[in-house]
């Protein structure tokens, strides 16, 4: 158990209004990334951290943003949701001795 | 960019039997692969992870190899069991210090009894 939770779980929303997800590890692990899975998709990574503070975009990052403010945080923003960005979300974690990443359980968000 | 595709995308085999799955990536320039199971509406487990120095990694009744030049992996599971029923999915992983994984879109395996 790598000490991750996702927050919330569930989430439905309408469109244009602002969401905030919450990745939280017990860990500090360094490292924290931000995954939405699609059916016909698979997994694509949206954003990452490196540090506190320290984030870069990944393959999907337009509509989203991130803060990390502290080490065991990540938030993903989404400013004004889409009905294009429902999905499950998943946060994962890397050790810093490690390449293994280690996933939440995972947010659905629906957006009407 | 990296892509990498499973094939097939669903597999059906009676308990007991040694199965195949695989992955294969387009740039050979990987640093490492992983292999994940996720179970239905839950987050990924990690199984195994192959540098790309290494030909394979074995855990338990699963073995996992790698052929960098010819841009394949295999997850080779013995001895199959229903519980081994889920999706199977593998990530190529990028070098550096801003390390990333790229996943295929995965197998979803059944067991029967």
């Known amino acids: 158990d790598a000490g991750i939770t996702q927050s919330p779980r569930h989430k439905v929303t309408e469109t244009g209004t602002p969401v905030t997800l919450r990745c939280h590890q017990t860990?500090?692990?360094?490292?924290m990334y931000w995954y939405r899975q699609d059916p016909g998709h698979g997994l694509r990574l949206i954003h990452y951290?490196?540090?506190?503070?320290?984030?870069d975009k990944g393959e999907v990052s337009d509509g989203y943003s991130v803060s990390r403010s502290k080490t065991e945080d990540f938030l993903l923003t989404l400013e004004s949701a889409t009905s294009s960005q429902t999905s499950v979300y998943f946060c994962?974690?890397?050790?810093?001795?490690?390449?293994?990443?280690?996933f939440g359980p995972g947010t659905r968000l629906t957006v009407l | 960019k990296q892509e990498v595709t499973q094939i097939p995308a669903a597999l059906s085999v009676p308990e007991g039997e040694n199965l195949v799955l695989n992955c294969s990536f387009t740039?050979?320039?990987?640093?490492?692969l992983q292999w994940f199971r996720q179970d239905p509406g839950k987050g990924l487990t990690s199984l195994l992870l192959?540098?790309?120095?290494?030909r394979e990694q074995t855990s338990g009744r699963l073995n996992a190899s790698l052929d960098k030049s010819s841009g394949r992996s295999t997850l080779y599971i013995a001895a199959s069991q229903p519980g081994d029923s889920a999706t199977y999915l593998c990530?190529?992983?990028?070098?550096?210090?801003?390390?990333?994984?790229?996943f295929g879109k995965g197998t979803l395996l059944t067991v029967n009894p």
């Open positions: 951290s490196y540090g506190v503070k320290d984030t």
């Open positions: 860990e500090n692990h360094r490292y």
């Open positions: 990530a190529a992983g990028s070098g550096g210090s801003n390390y990333k994984l790229t």
């Open positions: 994962a974690i890397r050790p810093g001795s490690t390449d293994t990443q280690y």
């Open positions: 192959i540098q790309s120095s290494q």
């Open positions: 740039d050979s320039a990987i640093y490492n």
